[in-house]
């Protein structure tokens, strides 16, 4: 069993909120957006991070994250990139990878908009965490927390905090 940490445009910003929210998973995932390297790493340092590029990464970011990641957590394939829609609207990449890996657990960002949705067509979560960070339209900040044991996914958490003015 694992907790597991979703987040997504952090936009340079991992404070004190973030960390309290993910102080109990045992690892952090991250969407895209991240901000920096240095950023990456000092999620890194707070908890293992797995993570995907964003189209605001700069190359050195991009060199170390590819802009999908496919993975098994437990007994769940999990896909994960930054562009990637929602279900009846995912990017043209993302259906190709969709139907080359059939991810039970699919996650991206980039929207700021939180949204979880049951794809029936492909037979997945779909689960976009929001913007983490301070920078962009959205007025919440959010982020999610899930537990996968075994084939399951269950009790997903949702933190949500308003953005400094």
């Known amino acids: ?10 936009h340079g910003t ?34 293992p991070l797995r ?18 990641a496919a993975f098994r957590c437990e007994e769940v394939e999990v896909l994960m990139t930054h562009i990637g829609g929602y279900p009846r609207h995912y990017d043209p990449r993302a259906v190709a990878r969709i139907q080359a890996v059939r991810p039970k657990l699919f996650i991206a960002g980039h929207s700021h908009i939180l949204k979880v949705m049951y794809d029936p067509v492909y037979q997945l979560l779909a689960v976009n965490p929001g913007a983490a960070g301070e920078f962009g339209f959205h007025r ?3 982020a999610v927390r899930l537990t996968v044991d075994g084939a399951d996914m269950r009790d997903m958490e949702v933190g949500e905090w308003p953005r400094r003015s």
């Open 1 to 10: 069993m694992k907790r597991i940490g979703i987040i997504s445009d952090t």
């Open 14 to 47: 991992f404070d004190d909120k973030l960390r309290e929210f993910l102080r109990d998973v045992d690892e952090i995932w991250h969407a895209g957006d991240i901000g920096s390297l240095a950023l990456a790493d000092e999620i890194a340092a707070f908890k």
């Open 51 to 68: 993570a995907v590029s964003g189209n605001i990464d700069g190359g050195l970011t991009r060199r170390v994250y590819p802009d999908f």
């Open 140 to 142: 919440v900040r959010t």
